[in-house]
């Protein structure tokens, strides 16, 4: 079974700053990093990390052509990551010493997916296989209807929320993974019970894991509601811990460990994640976990 992830790619251009940019101000950053990052290529590397075998498929400029060779270092098969003329996507984030970011993301490569893309990568795809996508390529409409007429398991994680997504066929989407912010959004309920509660009621067939941060996470499918709690670390950068935390569970589930570990494994990769500055860089392997 191979786990296909659509996604973006971003060089990350990272400043450390003692508070968020306000409206005027020019601010003085105390650290500059440059990292790859995208929420696709974060999770491609989570997969890969724990274990899956993983296919990125996308659109980088020549600029980002480090990305894909350090994604074939960490075992990312890259076959599908197509190099056309323009820039890689890229991001601003602002970290702040508590660890929290702020991200500017331009989507660059990351917009020029097209049909014919779709059709080609998922011609070598079948029934057997995952598809894993964000919320940063475009064409995603063209990508669910491809995926689903070839019966593939579709994983949708709406990152970041636009108001797009609720014109996408959602009711083809196998499972959401969101964040209570885009739980929001999508389901206009506030508490996390309420968020799981219209999440079920509209897509019954779909299962919702819903990541909450600090407290954990809830995996919900009809009558069944896993839990699991966060660990307690040291945070320094939390860019990549809900990308961590997705890789790992799916490579989980995809080599066949319960329910309960999966999720477990996927919130000590993001606790780990945490701890470290950067996005992919960040992640850590299954030894570590
Ligand atoms: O989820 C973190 C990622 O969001 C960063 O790596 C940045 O590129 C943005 O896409």
């Not at 786990?3 to 508070?19: E, M, Q, R, T």
């Not at 003085?28 to 790859?36: E, I, L, W």
């Not at 990305?67 to 990551?81: A, M, P, R, S």
């Not at 996507?89 to 490569?109: C, F, L, T």
Request: aromatic letters at 8%; glycine letters at 8%; a negative charge.
């Amino acid at each position: 079974m191979k786990i296909l992830n659509f996604g973006s790619v971003n060089v990350d251009y990272v400043y450390g700053v003692d508070h968020f940019v306000k409206p005027s101000e020019t601010l003085a950053s105390q650290s500059y990093d440059v990292f790859m990052g995208g929420k696709g290529c974060n999770q491609s590397v989570a997969l890969a990390k724990a274990g899956a075998e993983v296919y990125h498929a996308g659109n980088i400029g020549k600029d980002g052509l480090w990305i894909k060779e350090q994604l074939e270092k960490w075992g990312v098969n890259t076959d599908f990551l197509q190099i056309i003329d323009g820039p890689t996507g890229h991001a601003i984030i602002q970290v702040v010493p508590e660890g929290q970011n702020a991200i500017i993301i331009h989507g660059g490569a990351n917009r020029t997916v097209t049909p014919q893309q779709i059709d080609q990568t998922l011609n070598h795809f079948g029934s057997d296989d995952w598809l894993l996508f964000q919320n940063e390529i475009n064409c995603i409409p063209e990508l669910i209807e491809a995926a689903f007429a070839k019966g593939m398991k579709i994983i949708f994680n709406p990152a970041p929320m636009t108001s797009e997504v609720a014109s996408f066929p959602l009711n083809k989407i196998d499972v959401f993974i969101i964040n209570e912010v885009e739980g929001q959004e999508l389901t206009q309920q506030t508490s996390p019970a309420d968020i799981l509660q219209v999440m079920t009621a509209r897509f019954p067939n779909a299962a919702t894991l819903l990541t909450l941060g600090e407290k954990g996470a809830v995996y919900s499918h009809q009558n069944t509601h896993t839990q699991v709690e966060a660990q307690r670390v040291k945070t320094i950068d939390t860019t990549a811990a809900g990308d961590t935390f997705i890789g790992y569970f799916l490579a989980s589930q995809a080599l066949g460990l319960p329910l309960e570990e999966s999720l477990n494994s996927a919130s000590k990769a993001a606790a780990i994640c945490v701890t470290r500055k950067g996005g992919a860089i960040s992640i850590p392997n299954r030894e570590e976990v």
